[in-house]
T-cell receptor
Framework: NAGVTQTPKFRILKIGQSMTLQCTQD?????MYWYRQDPGMGLKLIYY???????DKGEVPNGYNVSRSTTEDFPLRLELAAPSQTSVYFC??????????FGPGTRLTVL | KNQVEQSPQSLIILEGKNCTLQ??????????LRWYKQDTGRGPVSLTI?????NTKSNGRYTATLDADTKQSSLHITASQLSDSASYIC????????????FGAGTRLFVKA
């Protein structure tokens, strides 16, 4: 099992550009999550999904969108990148609200 | 307000020594508490998970304790190794019927030879 994979690993965007962060898991987990981690801060939940076709907002959803068309994939979309979105983004999955498995992260810089 | 506070912010110890990291939380109603280890540049990896009824859980040299009455948890690392250098994150989930998980900011541990 590859676990949770994320692409790209690094990205630099200009203000106003759009991009999609990809996340795939091969553990057949129903729950998937997107977090952001700012330097010296705890992870904050952006969006989560409890199954294909079901998504819900987390703590900091503004400026982001998600979709969940399959169990395996949970892409995160940034429509109009802003400097405040400079962060490390982690995708995670789990069988419930327990023991999440995290991906390696995507480091995003918006200039 | 739901919060998870960890102390110390950072800690330096010598290889072979023991250490204890602290986590205080105000998340309510409590569902479970997890400790994660996050190596630099990597995603967090789960160490332990505890529910309300559990007060100790071990994973090798890592032992977590939970006092649900005082809303405190600790992570004790025995006989530290250089590879223990990482951030240790306390995570508390609330049993709200929805999804509410609060991450602490972490304790940065440096183990020196």
């Amino acid at each position: 099992n590859a676990g949770v994979t994320q692409t790209p690993k690094f990205r630099i965007l200009k203000i106003g550009q759009s991009m999609t962060l990809q996340c795939t898991q091969d553990m057949n987990h129903n729950y998937m999550y997107w977090y952001r981690q700012d330097p010296g801060m705890g992870l904050k939940l952006i969006y989560y999904s409890v199954g294909a076709g079901i998504t819900d907002k987390g703590e900091v959803p503004n400026g982001y969108n998600v979709s969940r068309s399959t169990t395996e994939d949970f892409p995160l979309r940034l429509e109009l990148a802003a400097p405040s979105q400079t962060s490390v983004y982690f995708c995670a999955s789990s069988t419930g609200t327990w023991g999440q498995f995290f991906g390696p992260g995507t480091r995003l810089t918006v200039l | 307000k739901n919060q998870v506070e960890q102390s110390p912010q950072s800690l330096i110890i010598l290889e072979g020594k023991n250490c204890t990291l602290q986590c205080n939380y105000t998340v309510s109603p409590f569902s479970n508490l997890r400790w994660y280890k996050q190596d630099t540049g990597r995603g967090p990896v789960s160490l332990t998970i505890m529910t309300f009824s559990e007060n100790t859980k071990s994973n090798g040299r890592y032992t977590a304790t939970l006092d649900a009455d005082t809303k405190q948890s600790s992570l004790h690392i025995t006989a530290s190794q250089l590879s223990d250098s990482a951030s240790y994150i306390c995570v508390v989930s609330a049993d709200t019927g929805g999804f509410k998980t609060i991450f602490g900011a972490g304790t940065r541990l440096f183990v020196k030879a």
